[in-house]
């Protein structure tokens, strides 16, 4: 079975700095990744996937990640945050088909952004 | 486009009341699914559909039914409604065919109260 771990329930950071969001999966096929954002009262929005080829892809709002296999890593990552960046994020991954059963869920990251 | 659209917004249920989620997509995707989301637990599969008259469990299917007569609706049912099914639920849709991934757009949620 496939399951998502995102370390950090919450990560604050600075204005202007980097933000860091951790995802490891493990999957026993070659996996499809994703990351969401979630607003307040707000339901899930896509912001990035990797599906095959190019293993960094970017995103909107500036956000890309980057998969590396031979660590089972999908970490998120934006040069400079933003206010508007605070939310809810989700790492999520499928087997089948890119997710026609469903995706499994990290339980996702809190990202606070001190002014 | 409307998107995914959900009703109601919000509910509050006594013990052992039934009620019908809502669920509506007008982007005409052959697949679509329903989530639990709890406080801290990321998103759980509970039902998913890959087309009319094609449903499936997902990770967390009991005390929920649900039924596929359309492309663009997607009910969920709560027969004999329990505290343990206070939540927010979320529905998504998304396209499918073989050898693509399918990016999932989800609805606004509903926000379900059982006390």
């Known amino acids: 079975a496939q399951s998502v771990t995102q370390l950090g329930s919450h990560v604050s950071v600075s204005e202007g700095a980097l933000v860091l969001l951790r995802c490891n999966y493990s999957s026993s096929v070659p996996p499809y990744l994703f990351w969401y954002v979630q607003y307040p009262n707000q339901g899930l929005q896509l912001l990035l996937k990797y599906t095959t080829g190019a293993t960094l892809v970017k995103g909107i709002n500036g956000f890309e990640a980057e998969f590396k296999k031979s660590e089972t890593s999908f970490h998120l990552t934006k040069p400079s945050a933003h206010m508007s960046d605070a939310a809810e994020y989700f790492c999520?991954?499928?087997?089948?088909?890119?997710?026609?059963?469903?995706?499994?869920f990290g339980k996702g990251t809190h990202l606070i952004i001190q002014p | 486009n409307a998107g995914v659209t959900q009703t109601p917004k919000f509910r509050i249920l006594k013990i052992g009341q039934s009620m019908t989620l809502q669920c509506t997509q007008d982007m005409n995707h052959n697949y679509m699914y329903w989530y639990r989301q709890d406080p801290g637990m990321g998103l759980k599969l509970i039902y998913y559909?890959?087309?009319?008259?094609?449903?499936d469990k997902g990770e967390v299917p009991n005390g929920y039914n649900v039924s596929r007569s359309t492309t663009e609706d997607f009910p969920l049912r709560l027969e004999l409604a329990a505290p343990s099914q206070t939540s927010v639920y979320f529905c998504?849709?998304?396209?499918?065919?073989?050898?693509?991934?399918?990016?999932?757009?989800f609805g606004p949620g509903t926000r379900l109260t059982v006390t």
């Open positions: 559909s890959v087309g009319a008259g094609i449903t």
């Open positions: 999520a991954v499928s087997e089948a088909g890119g997710g026609a059963d469903g995706l499994t």
């Open positions: 998504a849709s998304s396209y499918g065919t073989s050898g693509l991934a399918y990016e999932q757009y």
